[in-house]
């Protein structure tokens, strides 16, 4: 997937090959660099997708249904080229953790975190100075997603512009499932300064969004706070 995977057990340690083997199985169907697989295929019209793997078939579906229920802001085409990368790597965490089975666990895929068991005391980078948090998180059961440019650069694009947005540093949501609060990140920070609204409709996710100028804003269920010894990137008002 591009990205190193990092797996944290509290206790007895598990057998994890298990984990990294669906991971494996999950390059091989769906990685936009590897160019036999399912998703290049499909993208070069080489593959039907009725005719997929039923997890392609699965994993394509759900991203039409974020794509609708995010206006379009959300899109596995953004780039024009397939890519369901943004659902794809949280969806893949989640079940890498259901697999490993431990009751205390945090499985790390490039920065989003699948966390059982806690609290898990999670730190959110300040999108502009690299040696400093702008939030703190203890997290119980849950997963956290940031979508931001820091490591990356441009690479978040609005679909329904083709261009990308303007006015938003980075985005953390947070919530039950990797995948779902991944999408809604993404989603959120293509809508550039008009995503913390968005966000704020939300059900069973929250989110903070560190507009341009350093302004933060938070769902009101965002438990963040800002970590000691750290500059905070501003108060964060509930939206």
Do not use: N
Not at 12 to 20: K, R, V
Not at 124 to 135: A, F, M, Q, V
Not at 180 to 189: I, K, N
């Amino acid at each position: 997937m591009g990205m190193p995977v990092t797996i944290t057990v509290r206790g007895a340690a598990p057998d994890l090959d298990p984990a990294f083997a669906w991971l494996e199985r999950v390059a091989a169907l769906f990685s936009t660099y590897r160019p036999r697989s399912e998703i290049r295929r499909i993208d070069a019209g080489e593959l039907a997708p009725a005719a997929a793997d039923p997890l392609v078939r699965e994993v394509l579906a759900r991203c039409e249904r974020l794509r609708r229920e995010t206006g379009g802001a959300f899109d596995a085409r953004a780039g024009g080229a397939l890519d369901p990368s943004g659902y794809v790597k949280g969806w893949a965490l989640q079940r890498a953790a259901e697999l490993i089975g431990a009751r205390e666990l945090c499985v790390d895929g490039g920065g989003d975190l699948v966390l059982r068991g806690g609290p898990w005391r999670v730190g959110i980078r300040h999108p502009l100075e690299r040696d400093r948090l702008c939030s703190v998180l203890d997290v119980t059961d849950g997963a956290v997603a940031t979508s931001a440019t820091y490591e990356r650069g441009e690479h978040i694009l609005d679909p329904r512009s083709g261009r990308p947005p303007r006015g938003v540093l980075s985005v953390t949501v947070t919530g039950p499932e990797l995948a779902v609060a991944d999408a809604y990140a993404t989603a959120a920070f293509a809508m550039g300064a008009a995503g913390p609204a968005w966000t704020a409709g939300l059900d069973g996710y929250e989110a903070m969004t560190v507009l341009d100028g350093g302004r933060v804003l938070a769902t009101p269920g965002f438990s963040g706070r800002s970590p000691r010894a750290s500059r905070p990137c501003s108060p964060a008002p509930a939206l």
